[in-house]
């Protein structure tokens, strides 16, 4: 905590206010935070019921007075300049939504290149949707106008995956995206986090692909395709799950899994915008379930 809040206020951008919403915590978070607030005004500390992340970052955002927002996780960093290379860009293209890049190396330097790519929303959301590119569902490292979120834009509570979530909205309440090459975010790797360890949890990248798909749908539909795969992509990424634990159970779930991997399978394989490694996928799959349930179990890491 006392890292993340350090990168934030020694931001070169120093017009901030910074909103720290605590969650409910029973460490020291507290402790640390008020320490930061007796030093620098420009915190300010929220204290609300254990609700998790996403009821945090919609309590943030209804308490936000800035016209830009972003978000950074406790256990991760700002490097130095991300913020004003952010608003630099964002001031330069009149761009609503501004995206940097992440890393997991532990780094300090930060260097600005100020080169940008520009993206219409239903560019940015198939590319995000087919994972070819440098645009992740996340929430962390992207500059966005407060205009963005409003009451029908906010995070679903209690719903895990919130990032795949909401990212589509979001980008489709923009007039301009544009994406940075620059890495602005340093992301702590945890063993013990929910995306690597295994939980039921898990389970709702079922649920929010099949919604993303809905939505396309309906107010996409030249973007079904791109969804379709995504849920593809999801299915694959359970059923290997399961697979590799292997005393789990869940039989209903993996049938689930089978049962939509079978009927995208082919749509995605003749698409040249999917992804090799979802291809992979979908070749091993014709040989059966018995050798994908192998192949689960000799490669899945988590």
Known sequence: MAECLTSILGQSYRDIEVLLINDGSTDSTLAIATDFAGRDARLKIFTTENQGVSCARNYGISQACGDRITFVDSDDRLLPGALMSLAAIADETSADIVIGKHTDADKDSFNSSGRYKMFSPLEAIAQTLYQTGMIMPTACGILYDRFIFSED??????????????????????????????IVYFYRPNPESFINTFSPSRFDALAVTERIERYMESRHPELLPAARDRRLSANFNILALLEHHTDVGYEDIKTQCWDVICRYRLQSLFNPKVRFKNKLGILVSFFGRRTYRFMSQKTYQT
């Open 153 to 182: 834009t906010l995070f679903v509570p209690g719903t895990r995956y919130e990032d795949l979530d909401i990212f589509y909205r979001l980008f489709e309440n923009a007039g301009k995206i544009a994406v940075i090459p620059d």
